[in-house]
């Protein structure tokens, strides 16, 4: 998978399906339908936003499990607020495993997922990963609502 501006994708994306480009690999060229560059070096500057901005809080202990979603895995409790702050800002910066993130959560129980984000993106790739499994739920949250659960957590 690759990120980055809108011409340098369609550039790649014309380069790759050229016949002779096709290098004996077996690949497709697919664009998805994202919002934003996330989880790409060009979120840095989001990323020490978010990190800048996480730091100035109190937060107290974790109440529920936190899931690392660049590493996939599962954290009960962190000792450090440093180090949480550092892997939620670096959470848009990175890769995520998904798919781990899935499987652990479902090792916990039932999936119940809201997504903030009006192109249902992860719900698809969550509806796939998980559809086995007939009790989970998907909530869809739009612009209205994701303002609501905004307001809310400030």
């Known amino acids: 998978m690759v990120s980055g501006n809108c011409y340098s994708i369609s550039v790649l994306k014309e380069f790759l399906s050229k016949p002779k480009v096709k290098l004996n690999l077996n690949y497709k060229v697919v664009l998805l339908k994202v919002s934003g560059a996330y989880h790409s070096s060009l ?28 590493t996939g895995d599962v954290f009960v ?3 450090s607020k440093l180090l949480l702050v ?10 995520v495993n998904l798919n781990k993130n899935i499987v652990e959560l479902l090792k916990i129980g039932n999936l119940d997922f809201i997504e903030m984000n009006k192109l249902k993106t992860v719900t698809n790739i969550i509806k796939v990963a998980t559809s086995s499994s007939s009790k989970n739920k998907f ?16």
């Open 43 to 70: 979120m840095n500057q989001a990323g020490l936003n978010i990190f800048e901005f996480m730091n100035k809080f109190s937060l107290r202990p974790p109440q529920k499990y936190i899931f690392n979603n660049v």
């Open 77 to 79: 409790k962190y000792n």
């Open 86 to 95: 550092f892997n939620i800002a670096k959470q848009i910066l990175k890769s």
């Open 139 to 154: 909530t869809l949250l739009d612009d209205v609502n994701i303002k609501k659960v905004l307001d809310l957590l400030q």
